[in-house]
């Protein structure tokens, strides 16, 4: 998702870029024919080609940028090298921000990873019951029977039955397997406390990322129209004769700064309503079996 918004928001910033050159064109041949019919002076000119360099330089450097995204989304997507890609801007993703409380409660419930942690728990318990199981005496229950010939017919047999082990009486080996089990399973019920506390910042770092993307954005949604009226209105004035180049230029070097972080807050506001469904466990959807619910009980 961050590659194909990357590539997006350098095709749109390439679009902007090649129009702002063109108007930069068309304000450096005015200037200079406005310099010859003494309208304006020389560094008026010099600032208009300035300009005019530096859009030309932003639309060589987007070329470049928009080659290099294109390798990454290929090798991606395993698309072949060189791919030429024709994308749509996809529309704004504009989720329920849900309230902390709620957030946190479905990570601990859908993140694979915190039913991971779980599952290992179960196991080491398992492993647990199993060692304390191995401190129980191997016993073997013995019987037999014994009958001479020289007895009688009457004689009763002679009968045995005890029992008989065959391992160490203190179990060692048992004991020792029963402490390192009993300290994997303590070592695993502290991941998972960790893990808690892992997700629950994450979470807010996630809401609070969404949060500003959102705010971020209307603020430059609200700049790039006032930025753009403010070009038009510009260079209506300067065409008619009652404004001053450098208002042109001024509102132009203006224009391209907040098209730009128009460009980037949008590119943001999607990648972190995605960034938020993946810190939730939501962006996958999981099968319920290998949920937290059924991975094992919290310690």
């Known amino acids: 998702a961050e590659a194909f918004e990357l590539l997006v928001r350098l095709e749109a910033e390439m679009t902007f870029n090649e129009r702002s050159a063109g108007r930069m064109e068309r304000l450096t041949a005015l200037s200079r024919a406005r310099e010859r019919q003494g309208r304006t002076t020389h560094i008026d000119v010099l600032r208009a080609e300035l300009q005019l360099g530096e859009a030309r330089a932003r639309v060589a450097n987007g070329r470049e940028r928009i080659a290099a995204a294109s390798e990454d989304l290929a090798e991606l997507i395993g698309a072949p090298a060189g791919t030429v890609f024709r994308l749509a801007a996809p529309p704004m993703l504009e989720p329920e ?138 260079s209506r004035l300067f065409d008619a004769g009652r404004g001053d180049h450098f208002s042109v230029t001024d509102a132009e070097a203006a224009y391209a700064t907040a098209e730009t972080a128009r460009l980037a807050a949008r590119a943001e506001s999607t990648v972190s309503a995605y960034h938020l469904r993946r810190t939730l466990g939501t962006l996958v959807e999981h099968p319920d079996d290998l949920k937290p619910a059924a991975a094992g009980d919290r310690p």
Do not use: H
């Open 97 to 234: 921000i849900p309230a902390s409380t709620d957030a946190v409660s479905i990570a601990l419930s859908s993140r694979m990873d915190y039913a991971q942690v779980l599952q290992d728990l179960s196991a080491s318990r398992r492993q647990t019951r199993l060692a304390r199981r191995g401190l129980w005496p191997d016993l073997s229950l013995v019987t037999r029977i014994e009958r001479y010939e020289a007895d009688y017919d009457d004689e009763e047999p002679r009968w045995f039955a005890g029992f008989a082990t065959d391992s160490d009486l203190f179990r060692k080996r048992e004991r020792i397997a029963l402490q390192q089990a009993e300290i994997g399973e303590r070592s695993a019920a502290e991941t998972i406390a960790l893990r808690e506390r892992t997700i629950v910042r994450e979470v807010q770092q996630a809401l609070a990322r969404c949060r500003r993307a959102r705010t971020e954005l209307e603020l430059a949604e609200r700049n790039g129209d006032l930025a753009r009226t403010r070009v038009e209105l510009a």
